[in-house]
């Protein structure tokens, strides 16, 4: 029985365990936490009851009675919080527990259970426990510790089995205490109760170890954390401490933790802030302090102080943002006067800062509301100090009398925004109808804000309390949709591109004659600017509605003034003008008007000229700012508006005139291009044109009578404006390729970009290594061991310095499986701190040399001198030969004593002398040294293995046997006679004890040399397969040509800028499960397949680390779980997972580590010793080097719903958890929301910002949580959830990684370089943003995903590096750059979060931080890795949420702002690296169809024919080139253009021209032509309608086949529909157009319109895996048929039905002003009939309107054929007899009618096609409209019908499209074409074995 009740109790056990660690890789590596794993949220949160059952699991074997004991305390105390079991698994989990407990009773069998003895027993064992773990000697150790102030390693290094010690005893301690109130009083409970009273009053043994903290140890001190023992930690925490001046505390006041009374603990007192926020920023200020003082360099005294200069650092920094918010308005500081407030002032001021701004919450996005709130409070706490008590601030006093910050302050505010969000209709309202994290934050950008006093007025605007219907008001800008934001932003843009289009036109319509007639009309410029002009001050007012009622007095007086001016200028300046023409047109006129209008136009000019100097120039700009000339500054207010942001946007004079002269070569090329290639061409022409008598039309033409054949130059001049507007971004495309190239090369990009030249140059990396990677501290500890500055002596202290950094690289390399453990011998570079006197190289520069030398030597038939000239022309042969003969000799000299160390020195010595008497070749017989060397070879062989008898025989046997070739074979002969006659020799071999016993090699040194010795002898493979994986080659290459690099030098790790790294996550991936591997799709083909074939080297390299034969599969590894989890995490680093991104960004605390270890910076401790250690053997567990790196580098994964994932135990939770325990310097913060009950009964939620690391246990450690005012997602997710989660970072720089992102050991030791960018000069304004390289590392996925990472190569390395020099406009654009972190959380944070309006959040942090007066700089030394989208629908996904985020950054303040502000050539900078590139790539498609539309009207009304036969009649040549020149410009091609200059200057010329074809051949054209069309479908939908959102793309492995029915939902509206119109167009112009040179004119014409129309119908199906396979097509076409025939209904998705599908897709038609644009837009469709019908035989050559008006009666007639034949009636079957027989007689009757029409009519078989032709379009117009007004048409009962008219339609897209590929899919060789396009060869190949393979398996079953 007992055998029942054991295993019953582990069945439990294990099913309570494995519900928390399902997917933890089955447990491994995660301590199990049995029940106390099982501990619900709201029963932990309140008791220690996880602790003692954690304590209940530790002591189970030990003592079962205990743990039973420890468990029913647990289960009573579970009762006494929860007895109704209301929380969430609160009832499984007593239940769980209380079946334990049965068990574990039961399990006593028949013996009683005593429970009055419960008590004693556990106190023996209590007693026992104390001293089985010596605990009462560790308390001892560590008070004496503790008074002697040092550290103890040994301490250290027992730390986590003291943790787990001591949290035993916790548990035991409490549940005594629980139980001792039953206990005897005389007895038992007064020992108990005694020894209660002595853990309090003692220093709580080691307690300091248990309490949470983060970084350091401030509620305890902590003995085995090093970080309190550094002298600037000390003096920072003294600095904050409590002192006799400030006010007192009360009495009752408690200090929580084991610390002294700090200033802390006094805001906490008087403004209520919560006990965590008070901890957390503690921390933050204590490291901050800290870190600034270290920084100072100054030597630590006994009793450490913080400088004066580190207070002022961190307090001018942090209050930067509040000092200049108090001098833009005008107001006093909340302090008199910098001088006078002293250092504890300082830091109080900063605390409150920081902890006004840790418990702000959303609050954070409005950074000068919280300098509002700090400016109240700081006069608050000011006068407090001034008090002798502390008493709690008015401002904070809450109703029921308590003091809390959060519901005073924050609550009310929040509580305004949440209401705000909630207008916004979940996205879906129009932005001018609720108020935005802008528009609250600029409330506070005018004098007017402190109308809201203190404490704020509820009643105040800024807290008004939105009302259904009606507004609240906007602020100083309103976010209206419509396109005219572009003028508006970009309007000086626009006027110079008309007012030089007009200009140029007038000079060709002149034919180029410079006169003053010419120059009167080119003056017709001026009423242009000015008209122009005045209209954008109409839309200022125009666009300023919504905001009338709540925006400044002083910014609506503006508008209005600006309105009135520039309306006023204009008719002035258009009236002056036209009496300057009239005064041209008089004979004896004086130019009276042209006089004044020069003059006119003069001052204008001069005035901007001087305005313009004044903003953009910083001395002039300087000037003005001082000057308080009322009338001065009015002028200057009316030509540019005052904000808070964007003052001052001017840059350093010689970066103006760089960027100046940019753009002027770039005007130069645009403008010579435009006139001589796009307007004076047309010159000739249009005068024809328009001098041509009335021409025939072939339509009835309605409005071109005697206008001069206006639309006809409409048709001609449009694409050539289209384009004249557009080209400028190609030319900058062009320039700023070439401009990239050049700087790239200036900066020594591409210089190693093979392996071969990584070896050629290694012999100079250690030296550029130590200049630029090594701190002047490592350096100086190395250079002062010893003073010889011999070159040799300096270069092997250079590689000494070396050797460890690149070993650890190599090392980081094995681990990552890119290299295997020969290749690791092979790459490591030895220590070469060693006795030998040369430098040591690795192995792979010096392989096979040693046989190449012999060789030479063997056939040298010349002097000693000349040979090693040979041998010495291969550098690393030399040193090859050099390091054998060396190392030879030092063995040698280790293995032997006696007579034959003597014959080793003799030997020596007689070549050293041969050497330097030039007689080696005399002395020794070079054609014996291969036999020398194979004896010697043998004997390293048998050295480099573990000493036993035998082999020490053996090594002994090859030494005499070595002797013997050496002096009979290799010696010439008088030297082999003097060995042979020597008698100390002789006498010993004739004894036999020469060489009859050796020394093994036992000295680390010595078995270094000799395996390095035997490798270097036996090794004969070429070091250009090494490494032979392309991803470490690419890695070496880059990390080698960096270190050549300008770069900062590296300062100490105690002084360098301490910085976090900040990672948002959702619900992606973690880490793959082992059935995610293993499952497989419809082809049979699993993840981990498909891994094992794209990753062939790095899985047999994966087998090898873990010690499996390369034959081991997936399957093998699952029956170890051990390999199980390495199989797991080796798939999870090949993918996007958050796995990857936190091992790639732990190496810079790794780098971190190894770095501070090697500059060996003393603490004060006891046992610190480093003798007989390698240089890194160990670093990873120096308690110094941890601590270092822990203070200055920091960790933060914000998971934000990672508390609902723990409690759904979903699989993500779990691997999160495994991770914190890998990594323990790894942080992740969540959002915890739990129910909490009101008085009134209303259960609410309440939100909590919880920051967790791994414990001791395993388990999440709380380390804070952070009560919030609400929701916090009332904006966008991303933003909202590093928002929440910032407030954990630390240090002075935080850099953003997204969670698809990686990192490198060797990228990581260049941090402390990059960081010293933020103190390098980079202009006029130091650096807030540094910009970052990335590379792209999922290139070698699939072709696609090649082409993605090419493209996004190109933007991140050339396209940044000239945005930032010389353009200085370079944003941020998403990762991995890194912040000022203090800049940007005091100006609003690193992201903008307001709801779609910043769906692209990454790039509103750059706008704002240049706003700001920040400098975005690039930097291209180092390198992060960085996933992207691998398929083709996740590309269009990604694609489409980037266009749809700029289509709203076209609306946004930020955009404006910039573009009113910038200066001209800066802002032309802004506009085409922003939202000017999807303008022109909108263009650019928009040109294909005003070409072709324009074309169509030619042909529809016949004027193509009439004009060239009119031409031919005059002779004019020039007009039919204009008619038939091809569309000008393709933009893809040129977008192409920094792609190759990219690829030549990191590739070479040659591999970039074979990359350029290889991504041709495989039809990257295809690729970008249809990105196009995605880019241009979001970007116009957007402005149009709205509807950006965040598009979750995936970032899995495509390897799945994608249905037929899913391509075209996604693509149909954004691509198929326009393909299909424009094919349209081409058939018409084909039909009826006129082109003289026929068919190859047409062609000519045509060709890259037809490649357009190919590319957006079948590129989703060309790069569809196994898009052209039989039997998927067959599965395509059933699945899409289902779709598009079944009925919708509610709750179907669009997935899943047409219907639905069609209804979704029209939501985006919202608004009437989306109405009106559709309807305008839809009209276009109409042209087609109408010209068609004019085109029939049928009506020959009437023009009248009844034609047109016959062929609708036509269109009706088919409709009510249509809906005879598709009636489906559900009434009686009489009815349904009458409708077959009336659908029968119709059609007899249709098939008659049109026979007879056919006879009797000039009706062809042609017109009928023709008239297809035309009513399909009109079709789809009626469709569009009815969709537009779908209201009206519901009401009108036609809505089945358009539905039924819509699903035709669609299914006749569908088989247009879906025809040619069920033909190609005909052909097999297509899908194994496609398959080898899409894969590399590698998964081509497993690809069809797979196939095969299932088809074989499918035989069998059969």
Known sequence: MARVYDNWERLVRATLNREQLRTAGQGHERIGSGIAGAVPPSLGRTSNIDAILQAADEIQDENPNVARILCEQAYSMAQNLDPNSDGRGVLQFKTGLMSIIKQKLAKRENVRIDRNQDIEQLWEFYKLYKRWHRVDDI?????????????????????????????????????LEALSRDADPEGVGRLIKEELRRIKKADAALSGELTPYNIVPLEAPSLTNAIGFFPEVRGAISAIRYSEQFPRLPADFEISGQRDADMFDLLEYVFGFQKDNIRNQRENIVLAIANAQARLGIPADADPKIDEKAINEVFLKVLDNYIKWCKYLRKRLAWNSFQAINRDRKLFLVSLYFLIWGEAANVRFLPECICYIFHNMAKELDAILDHGEANPAPSCITEDGSVSFLDKIIRPIYETMALEAARNNNGKASHSSWRNYDDFNEYFWSPACFELKWPMREESPFLFKPKKRKRTG????????????????????????????????????????????????????????????????????????????????????????????????????????????????????????????????????????????????????????????????????????????????????????????????????????????????????????????????????????????????????APVVAIYLMDLHIWYTLLSAIIGGVMGARARLGEIRTIEMVHKRFESFPKVFVKNLVSLQAKRLSFDRQASQVSQELNKEYASIFSPFWNEIIKSLREEDFISNREMDLLSIPSNTGSLRLVQWPLFLLSSKIFLAIDLALDCKDTQADLWNRIYRDRYMAYAVQECYYSIEKILHSLVDGEGRLWVERIFREINNSILENSLVITLSLKKLPLVLSRFTALTGLLIRNETPDLAKGAAKALFQLYEVVTHDLLSSDLREQLDTWNILARARNEGRLFSRIEWPKDPEIKEQ???????????????????????????????????????????????????????????????????????????????????????????????????????????LQENSTDSLE???????????????????????????????????????????????????????????????????????????????????????????????????????????????AADGKVSKEFFSKLVKADIHGKDQEIYSIR?????????????????????????????????????????????????????????????????????????????????????????????????????????????????????????????????????????????????????????????????????????????????????????????????????????????????????????????????????????????????????????????????????????????????????????????VFSFITMQLQLCSVFFTFSLGTKTHYFGRTILHGGAKYRATGRGFVVRHIKFAENYRLYSRSHFIKALEVALLLIVYIAYGYAEGGAVSYVLLTLSSWFLVISWLFAPYIFNPSGFEWQKTVEDFDDWTSWLLYK??????????????????????????????????????????????????????????????????????????????????????????????????????????????????????????????????????????????????????????????????????????????????????????????????????????SLILAGNKANVDN
């Open 139 to 175: 308390q001892r150790q560590e008070q004496n510790l503790r008074e002697s102030g040092t550290f103890s390693s040994e301490l250290e290094l027992r730390s986590l089995e003291m943790r787990k010690v001591i949290a035993t005893l916790r548990a035991l301690v409490e549940v």
């Open 1127 to 1237: 199989l797991r995490f080796w798939a999870s680093y090949r993918g996007q997972t958050l796995a990857r991104t936190v091992r790639g960004m732990m190496y810079y605390r790794r780098a971190l580590m190894l770095q501070s270890y090697l500059e060996r910076r003393p603490v004060g401790v006891t046992d610190y010793s480093r003798s007989g250690l390698l240089p890194t053997q160990g670093f990873a567990l120096s308690h110094e080097a941890r601590a270092q790196s822990d203070l200055k580098f920091t960790y933060v994964v914000s998971c934000q719903i990672y508390g609902q994932q723990k409690q759904r135990k979903a699989p993500e939770a779990a691997d999160i958890a495994l991770l914190l325990q890998r990594n323990e310097a790894l942080r992740v913060a969540f959002i915890h929301v739990e129910d909490s009950s």
């Open 1688 to 1889: 919708g209904g509610v709750g179907v998705k669009g997935d899943n039905s047409w219907e639905a599908w069609w209804d979704e897709e029209q939501m985006h038609i919202q608004t009437l002003r989306g109405r009106i644009l559709e309807t305008i837009l839809s009209l276009r469709f109409f042209i087609f009939q109408y010209g068609i019908v004019y085109k029939l035989h049928l009506t020959g050559d009437d023009t009248s309107l009844a034609i047109y008006g016959f062929s609708w009666v036509v269109l009706v007639g088919i409709v009510m054929i249509f809906k005879i034949f598709t009636f489906n009636p559900k009434t009686s079957s009489d009815f349904q007899l009458l409708m077959r027989l009336t659908q029968g007689a119709s059609s007899i009757g249709l098939v008659a009618a049109l026979i007879l029409v056919i006879i009797f009519t000039r009706l062809s078989i042609a017109d009928i096609f023709a008239s297809i032709l035309a009513f399909i379009p009109t079709g789809w117009a009626i469709i569009c409209l009815a969709l537009t007004w779908k209201n009206i048409v519901r009401s009108l009962g036609l809505w089945e019908s358009v539905r039924e008219f819509a699903r035709m339609y669609d299914a006749g897209m569908g088989v247009i499209i879906f025809a040619p590929v069920a033909f190609l899919s005909w052909f097999p060789f297509v899908s194994t074409f496609q398959s080898r396009l899409l894969f590399n060869q590698a998964f081509s190949r497993g690809l069809e074995i």
């Open 1010 to 1116: 000799v395996k390095r010795l035997h490798l270097l002898l036996t090794v004969k493979d070429s070091a250009a397969n090494i490494p032979k994986n392309l991803e470490a080659r690419r890695r070496l290459e880059f990390f080698s040509n960096s270190l050549f690099m300008d770069m900062p030098p590296a300062k100490p790790v105690c002084e360098m800028i301490p910085f976090s790294v900040f990672t948002p996550y959702y619900s992606e991936t973690v880490l793959y499960s082992t059935s995610e591997l293993q499952k497989e799709n419809e082809d049979g083909i699993s993840i981990l397949f498909y891994l094992q074939k794209i990753f062939p080297d790095e899985w047999e390299n994966f087998l090898e680390r873990i010690g499996r034969g390369e034959s081991a599969g997936g399957v093998d």
């Open 1268 to 1552: 919030l005012p609400g929701d916090p997602k009332l904006g966008e997710g991303k933003p909202e959830n590093q928002n929440h989660a910032i407030i954990f970072t630390r240090g002075e720089a935080i850099q953003t990684i997204d969670m698809n992102q990686d990192n490198y050991l060797e990228e990581a030791m260049k941090m402390r370089n990059l960081l010293e960018e933020f103190r390098t000069d980079h202009g006029i304004r130091p650096p807030s943003i540094l910009g970052v390289r990335e590379h792209v590392f999922t290139g070698s996925v699939s072709s696609l995903a090649w082409f993605m990472s090419n493209q996004e190569t190109s933007f991140v390395t050339l396209g940044q590096r000239v945005l930032a020099n010389p353009l200085k406009v370079r944003m941020h654009y998403g990762h991995p750059d890194v912040f000022d972190r203090i800049f940007h959380i005091t100006r609003g944070g690193i992201s903008k979060a307001s709801r779609v309006i910043n769906i692209s959040e990454d790039i509103y942090a750059g706008f704002n931080s240049t706003l700001r007066q920040g400098n975005v700089t690039h930097h291209e030394y180092i390198q992060v890795g960085k996933g992207r989208d691998v398929g083709l629908n996740q590309i269009a996904l990604f694609e489409g949420k980037v266009a749809g985020g700029n289509g709203e950054q076209v609306l946004s303040r930020d955009v404006y702002r910039l573009g009113q502000l910038f200066d001209f050539f800066r802002m032309l900078s802004f506009y085409f690296t922003t939202v000017g590139y999807y303008l022109c790539t909108m263009m650019t498609v928009l040109t294909i169809y005003i070409f072709l539309y324009g074309r169509a009207y030619l042909a529809f009304s016949g004027l193509d024919r009439a004009i060239s036969h009119q031409a031919k009649l005059s002779g004019n040549t020039s007009l039919n080139a204009v008619l038939n020149t091809q569309f000008l410009v393709q933009i893809g091609v040129f977008t192409a253009v920094p792609m190759i200059m990219g690829f030549i200057l990191e590739l070479g010329l040659l591999k970039a």
């Open 474 to 717: 906007k602020s100083t800008f309103v976010e209206h949709r419509t396109f005219l934001h572009l003028y508006r932003s970009f309007h000086r843009l626009w006027i110079f591109l008309f007012v030089m289009f007009q200009a140029l036109t007038i000079l060709a319509f002149r034919k180029e004659k410079i006169n003053l007639k010419t120059f009167k009309t080119i003056l017709s410029i001026g009423p242009t600017f000015a008209i122009m002009n005045f209209i954008e001050s109409c839309l200022d007012v125009l666009l300023m509605f919504g905001a009338y009622s709540t925006a400044r007095g002083m910014a609506i007086s503006r508008l209005v003034i600006r309105f009135f001016w520039c309306g006023l200028a204009s008719v002035f300046v258009t009236y002056v003008y036209i009496k300057v023409l009239e005064e041209q047109n008089q004979r004896n006129s004086n130019s009276k008007y042209f006089r004044i209008y020069i003059l006119t136009l003069g001052i204008y000019a001069a005035v901007r000229v001087v305005f313009a100097l004044l903003l953009k120039c910083k001395a002039c700009h300087t000037l003005s700012e001082m000057s308080d000339q009322s009338f001065f500054q009015f002028f200057k207010w009316i030509y540019q508006e005052r904000y808070y942001v964007g003052r001052g946007l001017f840059e350093r004079f010689s970066d103006y005139c760089r960027y100046v002269l940019f753009w002027l070569v770039i005007l130069i090329c645009k403008f010579t291009f435009a006139y001589f290639v796009q307007i004076k061409p047309l010159v000739e022409p249009t005068k024809v044109i328009i001098d041509l008598p009335s021409l025939q039309y072939s339509w009835h033409d309605l409005v071109s009578k005697n206008n001069k054949n206006a639309l006809t130059i409409v048709s001609l001049w």
